[in-house]
């Protein structure tokens, strides 16, 4: 079953088989090409991003056990065998975005936290941390004097090896005040602060564009020129639609990926697509499904991963649609051992990677940290 759609959004929905290359079988329901990947030190833990850049793959979370409370963060490097796991600046706190430049400019943002006597801790402040190629750092952003309860968001990095970070803070009326950053590529500390006053209540992931162009999603899509911000004109039916993730195939090809509130499917997936004039519904099924990331494979065909909620949709609770026999983007995969799903990335081989949790997850939290790649 399918949602109703507008004549456009049905016509998008169908060109994907134009542009994704002729019907073909769907991957099988259980397994497809996936492999799993996931670190063998990974219970306890769960990853919320990963990206790829020339070789180099990383994933980032959190470790929450007895001797980490109430959170360690988790910052893993692919091998080539296996997961890498360099020793943090930060001792407690958590990692929720990761931008990849180069193999030696690898960016990370996320909470860090601090004890408060014997047994209580703060309410966190923000954690930027840079990896140089050889270990982990902490870099310090120019909030201003007096600012509390900082936070970070989202971090990304340009073609010309720029660092965007976008995050907050409570002034000193303790009103909350959003704040983009932008630094150098070598993390020296030239940092500048730019408007940031994207029109969204709030926002989940940064993404920068080969014409330098800065895109944010959250409670809808912004662009960001250099000067201001513009919000982006969604199709009325998405009229409260969340999104977490964005991708950029080329300035006419944008897809940003999410959800909507159903009242019968609490939440049902939202896929929407820029094509140079105007952004438009791409076709997802009408099942519970929370969308959080998107990628390409090797063929230019999309991958998207997220989670649900509805055992009867799938047990283990991951989420990957992808083009089916008839162009629409359908559930026709399932890695194997994967929960819920968070990230996903390609990297220079046609491979897509996705993270997140294990299957077996129980009250919302996985037993794991779950890692895996589609050949």
Same mark, same amino acid.
């Given at each position: 079953?399918?949602?109703?759609?507008?004549?456009?959004?049905?016509?998008?929905?169908?060109?994907?088989?134009?542009?994704?290359?002729?019907?073909?079988?769907?991957?099988?329901?259980?397994?497809?090409?996936?492999?799993?990947?996931?670190?063998?030190?990974?219970?306890?833990?769960?990853?919320?991003?990963?990206?790829?850049?020339?070789?180099?793959?990383?994933?980032?979370?959190?470790?929450?056990?007895?001797?980490?409370?109430?959170?360690?963060?988790?910052?893993?490097?692919?091998?080539?065998?296996?997961?890498?796991?360099?020793?943090?600046?930060?001792?407690?706190?958590?990692?929720?975005?990761?931008?990849?430049?180069?193999?030696?400019?690898?960016?990370?943002?996320?909470?860090?936290?601090?004890?408060?006597?014997?047994?209580?801790?703060?309410?966190?402040?923000?954690?930027?941390?840079?990896?140089?190629?050889?270990?982990?750092?902490?870099?310090?952003?120019?909030?201003?004097?007096?600012?509390?309860?900082?936070?970070?968001?989202?971090?990304?990095?340009?073609?010309?090896?720029?660092?965007?970070?976008?995050?907050?803070?409570?002034?000193?009326?303790?009103?909350?005040?959003?704040?983009?950053?932008?630094?150098?590529?070598?993390?020296?500390?030239?940092?500048?602060?730019?408007?940031?006053?994207?029109?969204?209540?709030?926002?989940?992931?940064?993404?920068?564009?080969?014409?330098?162009?800065?895109?944010?999603?959250?409670?809808?899509?912004?662009?960001?020129?250099?000067?201001?911000?513009?919000?982006?004109?969604?199709?009325?039916?998405?009229?409260?639609?969340?999104?977490?993730?964005?991708?950029?195939?080329?300035?006419?090809?944008?897809?940003?990926?999410?959800?909507?509130?159903?009242?019968?499917?609490?939440?049902?997936?939202?896929?929407?697509?820029?094509?140079?004039?105007?952004?438009?519904?791409?076709?997802? *099924?009408?099942?519970? #499904?929370? =969308? %959080?990331?998107? @990628?390409? &494979?090797?063929? !230019? /065909?999309?991958?998207?991963? $997220?989670? +649900?909620?509805?055992?009867?949709?799938?047990?283990?609770?991951?989420?990957?649609?992808?083009?089916?026999?008839?162009?629409?983007?359908?559930?026709?995969?399932? *890695?194997?051992?994967? #929960?819920? =799903? %968070?990230?996903? @990335?390609? &990297?220079?081989? !046609? /491979?897509?990677?996705?993270? $997140?949790? +294990?299957?077996?997850?129980?009250?919302?939290?996985?037993?794991?940290?779950?890692?895996?790649?589609?050949?």
């Amino acid at each position: 079953m399918f949602l109703t759609l507008p004549r456009s959004a049905t016509a998008l929905a169908i060109g994907l088989a134009a542009v994704f290359g002729a019907a073909a079988p769907p991957a099988a329901a259980h397994g497809g090409n996936w492999r799993d990947v996931s670190p063998s030190d990974g219970d306890g833990s769960v990853l919320f991003d990963v990206e790829t850049t020339r070789g180099a793959t990383w994933a980032v979370g959190l470790r929450s056990d007895a001797t980490t409370r109430p959170f360690a963060p988790v910052a893993l490097r692919w091998t080539g065998t296996g997961w890498q796991s360099p020793p943090q600046p930060a001792d407690h706190g958590r990692l929720d975005d990761l931008a990849a430049g180069a193999p030696d400019e690898v960016w990370a943002v996320g909470t860090r936290y601090e004890a408060v006597g014997d047994t209580d801790w703060d309410r966190g402040r923000a954690l930027l941390q840079h990896w140089d190629g050889a270990a982990w750092s902490e870099v310090a952003l120019p909030f201003p004097e007096g600012a509390s309860g900082t936070s970070l968001s989202t971090v990304a990095v340009d073609e010309g090896g720029s660092v965007w970070v976008y995050g907050g803070y409570a002034d000193a009326a303790g009103e909350y005040v959003p704040a983009l950053f932008r630094g150098d590529a070598d993390g020296g500390g030239d940092w500048t602060r730019l408007p940031a006053d994207t029109g969204l209540n709030w926002v989940s992931q940064l993404e920068a564009r080969p014409d330098g162009v800065l895109q944010a999603v959250g409670d809808g899509v912004s662009r960001f020129d250099g000067t201001s911000w513009t919000k982006q004109r969604l199709p009325p039916a998405l009229d409260g639609a969340l999104f977490d993730g964005i991708e950029t195939r080329a300035a006419d090809d944008v897809w940003a990926v999410g959800h909507i509130r159903d009242e019968k499917l609490w939440r049902r997936p939202v896929i929407v697509r820029f094509d140079g004039r105007a952004w438009r519904t791409v076709r997802t *099924p009408a099942e519970t #499904g929370q =969308l %959080y990331d998107i @990628a390409f &494979d090797g063929s !230019g /065909r999309p991958v998207v991963v $997220g989670e +649900t909620l509805n055992p009867e949709v799938e047990p283990d609770g991951n989420y990957v649609l992808t083009p089916g026999p008839q162009g629409f983007l359908t559930r026709t995969e399932e *890695p194997p051992g994967a #929960g819920y =799903l %968070y990230g996903a @990335a390609t &990297d220079a081989a !046609g /491979r897509v990677w996705t993270v $997140g949790g +294990t299957a077996g997850a129980e009250g919302g939290i996985s037993p794991g940290a779950y890692a895996g790649v589609r050949r």
